[in-house]
Each structure stands twice: as C-alpha cells, then as structure tokens.
C-alpha cells in the first residue's frame, strides 16, 4: 500500500470562472510508516513502564 499528500488550487478569473489548476502530490509511505513503528514504540514503552510500576508497589 502507498500513502499519498496531495494538495491543489483552483485559480480563478474575475468571472469566477476555472483556469487552472495547479496540484502536487508526493509518496508520503516512509513517513507514515515510521510513523506507525514510533506509535508501537511508545506503546510498548508506556506497557513495560506499567509493569513495572506494578512491580514496584506490590
């Protein structure tokens, strides 16, 4: 599966009428997985820290 941004502007005559359009789209697929690997970091993290407060105060 491939991520994409994508963003667009429609430019306008005085009638408001289209005449143009000007866009840009880029693959974004490492950032969003880095993204995922860093969520799964953190909920691992904050899963041991509470372990290990459970171990502590018992």
Do not use: C, P
């Amino acid at each position: 599966m491939k991520w994409l941004s994508e963003s667009f502007k429609i430019i306008f005559d005085e009638n408001k009428e289209a005449l143009q359009v000007i866009g840009h789209a880029a693959d974004v697929t490492q950032e969003k997985e880095s993204e995922k690997r860093y969520k799964e970091s953190e909920k691992n993290t904050e899963l041991f820290l509470n372990s290990i407060q459970i171990i502590l105060f018992w």
